[in-house]
Every structure is written in C-alpha cells, then in structure tokens.
C-alpha cells in the first residue's frame, strides 16, 4: 500500500484563494518532500522538510510537519491558474534513500 | 545545467518485444532512481543505484525487467519480453545527498505503450 495517502484526491478553488493538501504516513521518516506534477509532464520538487523540522516556507508554500501525527500539510496561498497541476507527497523513509510517494491531489485554478 | 535526459520520450512497441529505455542523470549526480507511474499504482520506486551500485531494486516486478549503470552518467531499464500490463509512464530521477538536501531532480519521462 502507498506509504502516504494525500487528501483531498482533487479540489478546485478560484484564483486568489488559498489552497490546502495533507498527505499522511505510516512509518518513520528522515524527511518528507512535496512534489508537482503538470500534466503529462515530470515531477518538479517543491520543497523539503527535514523530521526535526515543524514548519518551512518556500515563496507561496507553506509546509508543516507534524511527526506524533505522521501527517504534512502543504499550503499554496494566493493561488493562480499556473498552479494547476497534480501535487505529491514523498516520504524517504528511515534507512532507505529512495522516496515513497502518495497518490497525491489534483489541483484546478479557475481562473 | 540539462537536467536529467530521458530516451527515448515515447515508445510503442508489440508485446513480446524488447524495450530498452535510457536515463543520462545530471552530471556530478551519484544516486540514480527508476520510478513508473500508472493511474492505478502511482508513482513506484523500481530500483535504484548509488555510485553505480545497485542498492535496492526490491521494486523491480519481475525477471523480465533488468537495470544497468555502467558508468555515473548513463543508465538503461530494460524489459524483455515486454507485456501489455507494463504499459506506463517510466521515470529517472538522479540526486546527490549528502549536500544537505535530498531533492531528486526527475527527468520528463518515457511513455511506454506495449500493444
């Protein structure tokens, strides 16, 4: 089964608002990663946050982490319609280098 | 920098055929990693190298898939004989830990169709 499990599968907000996505883990982790995807393109990281980390900011992400819960949330605020794109999560797991990813969210901006 | 280069972008082969496809991480990058995507099972882990090693390719379906590294800058997956259920998007992504952060980069991937 998928190591993080991400929530909403799909959302659709209007430009301007803010939209959020969680994904969920089972096991212990090093770091977990979140990733956009465009259609029928390839995966570009966003951003990284480490296990001994809370919080990060990258421009308009946010990220959290919340390890006693093995649950991430990644916020993009002031959305745009070029922010439409599939959005993953990555978990590199504790002794294994290689990343697990969720089945991530299908986002739409209307413009 | 090129980033990492995938060939060839699409393929359309016959089951039972042979398909070999070909990664060529960013240069200076030491870790290596096989990726497919379906709608069904998402993004997997196939195998992975470190230094051209295999380290892990408990992902790896079955005998009929084989990976190679000969050397840091280029890497084929292969599939032999390749069936309709192989059908995929097949990714490669190179990284470089160890320079405190793990991003992988990943390359455009190839979409492989086996009628």
């Known amino acids: 089964s998928q190591q993080g499990e991400e929530d909403p599968q799909a959302l659709s907000i209007q430009e301007g608002e803010n939209a959020t996505m969680n994904c969920s883990y089972k096991t212990s982790i090093n770091n977990l990663q979140w990733y956009r995807q465009n259609s029928g393109r390839g995966l570009v990281h966003l951003i990284l946050i480490r296990s001994n980390e809370r919080e990060k900011h990258s421009g308009r992400l946010r990220v959290t982490l919340d390890t006693s819960k093995k649950s991430s949330s990644l916020l993009i605020t002031a959305s745009r319609a070029a922010d439409t794109a599939s959005y993953f999560c990555?978990?590199?797991?504790?002794?294994?280098?290689?990343?697990?990813f969720g089945s991530g969210t299908r986002l739409q901006v209307q413009p | 920098d090129a980033g990492v280069i995938q060939s060839p972008r699409h393929e359309v082969t016959e089951m039972g055929q042979e398909v070999t496809l070909r990664c060529k991480p960013i240069s200076g990058h030491n870790s290596l990693f096989w990726y497919r995507q379906t709608m069904m099972r998402g993004l997997e882990l196939l195998i992975y190298?470190?230094?051209?090693?295999?380290?892990?390719d408990s992902g790896m379906p079955e005998d009929r898939f084989s990976a190679k590294m000969p050397n840091a800058s280029f890497s084929t997956l292969k599939i032999q004989p390749s069936e309709p259920r192989d059908s995929a998007v097949y990714f490669c992504?190179?990284?470089?830990?160890?320079?405190?952060?793990?991003?992988?980069?990943f390359g455009p991937g190839t979409r492989l169709t086996v009628l």
């Open positions: 992504a190179s990284s470089l830990p160890g320079q405190g952060t793990d991003t992988q980069y």
């Open positions: 990555a978990t590199e797991l504790t002794g294994r280098r290689a990343l697990t």
């Open positions: 190298f470190n230094n051209n090693v295999p380290i892990d």
